[in-house]
């Protein structure tokens, strides 16, 4: 009997001429449908077309430069109500099996993302221009959303997690910044909400001329490559001030949004430069644990995603943390600066523990120099990433969220090719100082 | 049984008979571009010795690849028992390989066949196939095998104790003789040895045997040079005590509520008449809500289809739902138009398009259909037919139903 594994690109060079000799000219596959032609929408700052002629759909991503944070004072959740009535409607005008949307309202942003058959791209582009940007949803729409997102918030009604994210967008944004509120609203807001007042909110959200727009799918492209912005971002929009949904336990930020360059990031960065540690004490069963790096602004991003990525492997390892239940990294990007944030749901008793994992971690990866390990990681990355944004709507998202955040689509294939050992290293030897939030029973009384 | 009435007879005929069509002709050479649905056309190889039947979804210039491999299930084979096992061992065998290089792996099991699916990068293809090997080596005894066939039975006894998982396996069991009662298939895993085990993986996983669909920018030469050495074995485990037996299950269950199922063994696997019925029947259902509930199955057989409808009422509702279900082919037959079965249809096709825009699902999708042995543009076909479909057809398709006897089932209080 003989091993069945042998080792990756053994017997290659024997094998491949063989195969040359085995293989016959096999017919040609059936060849796709044409490729569909889109136009700039007159609504849009912009439109970037990624062609990927195998994809049998097209993803489509409009970002707005208005999220949540634009809500009126005291009444939050109007904004996300309003996106998701003007997905519904725009489903329900081209019909079911022709196109599926979602919204994604975020403090300062939002994403509405199509799928849809390659033939029902332009008129679903046309569909939401007639409707985000103009007559707006029907009211029998908007109440089935209505009834839909109160469902929901009835649902989640006491669960921690809601102040746990108030809390945790106070750590980003700072204690009486609008933004901190629950981009999903209340249910007494929800439930309340008016057909004038959600209308309102949708003409807040959908101002002609901001959008930026990404399809991804069977559609003609200038080249895949050539996705180097050719608008400026766009400016953090102005805030209400509300503070009735902000935990009076977290501190302001010592920053202030800076303007932004044309045709660069938003913001020079960092989104601060002291520390900051906060506690939240609830008598709950799990701690929930916050730490934000912010970034600074000249790091490479692909060097920032490839952070995150380590990061995630390092603290979400093989055999799990047996205090652990789960944890995410991710890169935040504010108006005010890249922030890379890490949120983790743990057992009380091993909150401590892991909250100094999370803070040791950077400095363990700045010395990470190995070409060899880094290169392991490096095509590691690469695939994870190319996984995640297959389908097509996953490319679209954050591709346009990229290009009204930094008024550019990250180059991925070759910016990660180019990336270095050195250069992840140092990216992980920059992060600022952290902001903490600590979440949970206080097991410790009081003491980090 | 055989519907006596079939308009459009040759579109759906076509649709059966590729399923047993070994030397189908390849790709259409006339077909023109026409839509999405032509990207579920493969591309067949030239058929290399030793090696699996290699189907290829071209996809110019992605990063992405997608390998497919299907190990048919022979009839002898009792597919409720060791395949879940060796499929549960490859996962165990692949899954941290693939997590070292950012692959996502799969494992599935229809009737016809078990299937091993993994998607990475490009330039990861030989390390790819390295995992197709793993994933198809022999068994080891001391890879898991106890705990595997632990939970299947325990997966087994959790069916048996709700109302919806007896009333299911009881009318898959007669439905299709091929397939045994929950208990007979609990007492098969029970006795089932590592020896069995292994039996049934050298009789399944002959390379010869299986299919490889790709997805993905692959030159085939490179392709055949990855593919060596699957189906190997290895040096067996030293012998080793034996298992414990397993705790007593209790045999009958708490149920509420009156539970009846029936069961139409209603034409050959991939009749898109089938399908289309099963979503008219589910809208139809979930639109009444009527003081029960009721759902509605399709199984896919190795030859035929079982459409099933099942559901739970409290007493005072529970004749009103036997008569409910058992007529649901009769009462559908006399509302079904042509603007409901094209709405339908277009739902279906979004359902394959949505699938398909993934190479995984892509390779998943046109897989299914290729490891019955069909041509390259069977999934193809199988739009085209479902496209063609007309109220008449499912008219047709659900009177012949109602002329057959279902198998009944009455589980409750």
């Known amino acids: 009997m003989t091993e069945a594994a042998r080792p990756p690109g053994a017997g290659w060079a024997v094998a491949v001429t063989a195969a040359a000799l085995i293989f016959t000219s096999a017919p040609t596959a059936a060849q796709v449908a044409p490729p569909v032609r889109l136009e700039?929408?007159?609504?849009?700052?912009?439109?970037?077309?990624?062609?990927?002629?195998?994809?049998?759909?097209?993803?489509?991503?409009?970002?707005?430069?208005?999220?949540?944070?634009?809500?009126?004072?005291?009444?939050?959740?109007?904004?996300?109500?309003?996106?998701?009535?003007?997905?519904?409607?725009?489903?329900?005008?081209?019909?079911?099996?022709?196109?599926?949307?979602?919204?994604?309202?975020?403090?300062?942003?939002?994403?509405?993302?199509?799928?849809?058959?390659?033939?029902?791209?332009?008129?679903?582009?046309?569909?939401?221009?007639?409707?985000?940007?103009?007559?707006?949803?029907?009211?029998?729409?908007?109440?089935?959303?209505?009834?839909?997102?109160?469902?929901?918030?009835?649902?989640?009604?006491?669960?921690?997690?809601?102040?746990?994210?108030?809390?945790?967008?106070?750590?980003?944004?700072?204690?009486?910044?609008?933004?901190?509120?629950?981009?999903?609203?209340?249910?007494?807001?929800?439930?309340?909400?008016?057909?004038?007042?959600?209308?309102?909110?949708?003409?807040?959200?959908?101002?002609?001329?901001?959008a930026r727009v990404v399809a991804v799918g069977p559609i003609e492209s200038e080249g895949a490559m050539a996705l180097v912005a050719q608008t400026p971002p766009v400016a953090p929009p102005p805030t209400t001030t509300d503070t009735a949904m902000v935990d009076p336990g977290v501190a302001a930020p010592t920053e202030a949004a800076l303007p932004s360059p044309?045709?660069?990031?938003?913001?020079?960065?960092?989104?601060?430069?002291?520390?900051?540690?906060?506690?939240?004490?609830?008598?709950?069963?799990?701690?929930?644990?916050?730490?934000?790096?912010?970034?600074?602004?000249?790091?490479?991003?692909?060097?920032?995603?490839?952070?995150?990525?380590?990061?995630?492997?390092?603290?979400?390892?093989?055999?799990?943390?047996?205090?652990?239940?789960?944890?995410?990294?991710?890169?935040?990007?504010?108006?005010?600066?890249?922030?890379?944030?890490?949120?983790?749901?743990?057992?009380?008793?091993?909150?401590?523990?892991?909250?100094?994992?999370?803070?040791?971690?950077?400095?363990?990866?700045?010395?990470?120099?190995?070409?060899?390990?880094?290169?392991?990681?490096?095509g590691r990355f690469r695939a994870g990433r190319l996984v995640a944004e297959a389908p097509p709507e996953q490319a679209a998202e954050r591709m346009a969220a990229e290009l009204l955040a930094r008024g550019r689509i990250l180059a991925f294939d070759e910016a990660v090719w180019s990336l270095e050992a050195s250069m992840a290293a140092d990216a992980a030897a920059a992060l600022g100082p952290p902001r903490i939030l600590v979440f949970g029973p206080d097991l410790a009384g009081g003491r980090p | 049984m055989v519907p006596t009435r079939l308009p459009r007879l040759g579109r759906i005929l076509a649709i059966t008979a590729f399923c047993a069509a070994s030397s189908a002709p390849l790709v259409?050479?006339?077909?023109?571009?026409?839509?999405?649905?032509?990207?579920?056309?493969?591309?067949?190889?030239a058929d290399p010795t030793g090696l699996p039947r290699i189907l290829i979804?071209?996809?110019?210039?992605?990063?992405?690849?997608?390998?497919?491999?299907?190990?048919?299930?022979?009839?002898?084979?009792?597919?409720?028992?060791?395949?879940p096992i060796l499929r549960r061992l490859a996962l165990n065998r692949i899954a941290g390989t693939a997590a070292t290089l950012g692959a996502e792996v799969e494992a599935g099991a229809s009737a016809a066949a078990l299937s091993y699916t993994v998607t990475g990068a490009l330039v990861d293809l030989d390390h790819l196939a390295y995992i197709l090997r793993q994933a198809t080596a022999m068994p080891l005894e001391s890879e898991g095998f106890a705990a595997a066939?632990?939970?299947?039975?325990?997966?087994?006894?959790?069916?048996?104790?709700?109302?919806?998982?007896?009333?299911?396996?009881?009318?898959r069991g007669r439905s299709n003789p091929a397939e045994a009662s929950i208990a007979e298939v609990r007492e098969r895993v029970r006795r089932l040895s590592f020896q069995d085990l292994e039996t049934v993986w050298r009789t399944t996983h002959d390379p010869e045997r299986m299919t490889l669909v790709v997805v993905g920018d692959v030159a085939t030469p490179v392709l055949l040079a990855a593919l060596s050495g699957l189906g190997s074995e290895r040096r067996p485990d030293p012998p080793s005590a034996p298992l414990p037996p397993s705790p007593p299950v209790r045999d009958r269950p708490d149920i509420l509520r009156q539970w009846y199922g029936f069961a139409w063994r209603s034409s050959p696997t991939f009749d898109p008449r089938a399908v289309v019925t099963a979503a008219l029947a589910a809208r139809q259902l979930r639109d009444e809500r009527d003081g029960y509930e009721a759902y509605v199955r399709l199984w896919e057989g190795?030859?035929?289809?079982?459409?099933?409808?099942?559901?739970?009422?409290?007493?005072?509702?529970?004749?009103?739902?036997?008569?409910?279900?058992?007529?649901?082919?009769?009462?559908?037959?006399?509302?079904?138009?042509?603007?409901?079965?094209?709405?339908?249809?277009?739902?279906?096709?979004?359902?394959?398009?949505?699938?398909?825009?993934?190479?995984?699902?892509?390779?998943?999708?046109?897989?299914?259909?290729?490891?019955?042995?069909?041509?390259?543009?069977?999934?193809?076909?199988?739009?085209?037919?479902?496209?063609?479909?007309?109220?008449?057809?499912?008219?047709?398709?659900?009177?012949?139903?109602?002329?057959?006897?279902?198998?009944?089932?009455?589980?409750?209080?």
Do not use: K
């Not at chain 2, 939970?151 to 009881?170: H, Q, S």
């Open chain 2, 57 to 83: 979804l071209d996809a110019p210039g992605a990063d992405l690849v997608t390998l497919r491999l299907s190990v048919p299930v022979d009839p002898g084979v009792d597919p409720t028992t060791a395949a």
């Open chain 1, 40 to 210: 700039t929408p007159s609504w849009a700052a912009h439109l970037e077309t990624i062609a990927r002629p195998a994809a049998p759909m097209i993803g489509l991503a409009v970002a707005l430069p208005t999220g949540s944070g634009a809500d009126p004072a005291d009444r939050p959740g109007l904004g996300r109500l309003a996106a998701e009535a003007v997905v519904a409607e725009v489903e329900t005008r081209l019909g079911t099996g022709e196109v599926e949307g979602r919204a994604s309202v975020a403090p300062d942003r939002t994403v509405i993302t199509f799928l849809v058959r390659p033939e029902q791209a332009a008129a679903t582009l046309a569909t939401l221009g007639e409707i985000g940007f103009g007559t707006g949803p029907s009211t029998a729409t908007v109440a089935t959303v209505r009834n839909r997102r109160a469902e929901v918030l009835r649902f989640e009604l006491d669960s921690p997690l809601r102040e746990v994210g108030v809390a945790r967008r106070a750590l980003l944004y700072g204690s009486g910044d609008p933004r901190t509120r629950p981009p999903g609203g209340t249910l007494a807001v929800v439930e309340s909400a008016g057909d004038a007042e959600i209308d309102a909110a949708r003409r807040t959200l959908f101002t002609t001329g901001d």
């Open chain 2, 149 to 171: 066939r632990g939970e299947l039975e325990a997966g087994l006894a959790r069916i048996g104790e709700t109302g919806e998982g007896r009333v299911e396996a009881e009318l």
């Open chain 1, 262 to 378: 044309p045709g660069g990031t938003t913001s020079t960065g960092p989104a601060w430069t002291t520390p900051d540690r906060r506690m939240v004490v609830r008598d709950v069963t799990n701690t929930w644990l916050s730490v934000a790096f912010p970034v600074p602004a000249e790091l490479a991003r692909v060097a920032v995603l490839f952070l995150a990525d380590r990061m995630q492997q390092e603290l979400d390892a093989t055999p799990p943390d047996p205090g652990l239940f789960n944890v995410s990294v991710e890169v935040v990007e504010m108006p005010e600066g890249e922030v890379l944030v890490v949120e983790a749901a743990v057992l009380p008793d091993a909150s401590a523990r892991f909250e100094r994992r999370i803070l040791d971690l950077p400095m363990r990866l700045a010395a990470e120099r190995d070409p060899a390990f880094f290169r392991y990681h490096r």
């Open chain 2, 28 to 45: 259409a050479q006339d077909s023109a571009p026409r839509d999405s649905f032509d990207l579920l056309v493969a591309r067949e190889s």
């Open chain 2, 302 to 413: 190795r030859s035929h289809d079982v459409l099933a409808v099942v559901g739970s009422a409290y007493s005072r509702d529970a004749a009103a739902l036997r008569r409910r279900l058992q007529a649901l082919p009769t009462t559908l037959a006399a509302s079904v138009d042509d603007a409901s079965v094209r709405s339908i249809v277009r739902r279906l096709q979004w359902n394959v398009l949505s699938q398909a825009r993934t190479p995984w699902g892509r390779a998943n999708l046109v897989g299914r259909f290729l490891e019955t042995g069909a041509p390259p543009d069977a999934a193809r076909r199988y739009v085209d037919a479902l496209v063609d479909l007309t109220a008449d057809d499912v008219r047709a398709y659900l009177e012949a139903l109602a002329d057959d006897d279902p198998v009944a089932v009455r589980e409750g209080v």
